[in-house]
């Protein structure tokens, strides 16, 4: 897991750090620190997150393992086979 804000003080310094570990596949989930939420990087619910709250993942199990469940927008399936297995 990795916060948005360790990546840089600025906006500019956080963008280019994020676009790298995106490019070498470090990062392909996106989540809610407050939430506890994951979901894909273009998924809409996400996009008006706060940078304070805005995690990073490497893949599923990671997100999973920290204890985030997964976004019932764009990811669907998983979504609701999280929600019944919580049932």
């Not at 273009?42 to 940078?51: D, E, F």
């Not at 490497?58 to 927008?73: M, V």
Request: charged share 25%; glycine share 8%.
């Amino acid at each position: 897991m990795i916060l948005h804000t360790a990546l840089g003080n600025t906006p500019t310094t956080r963008s280019r750090h994020f676009r790298y570990l995106f490019r070498c596949g470090a990062i392909t989930l996106a989540g809610n620190r407050k939430l506890k939420i994951y979901g894909t990087l273009r998924c809409r619910s996400g996009r008006n997150m706060l940078v304070q709250n805005r995690v990073f993942f490497a893949d599923e199990a990671d997100a999973l393992a920290k204890g985030y469940r997964p976004c019932g927008h764009c990811l669907k399936a998983a979504y609701q086979a999280w929600k019944n297995k919580t049932r």
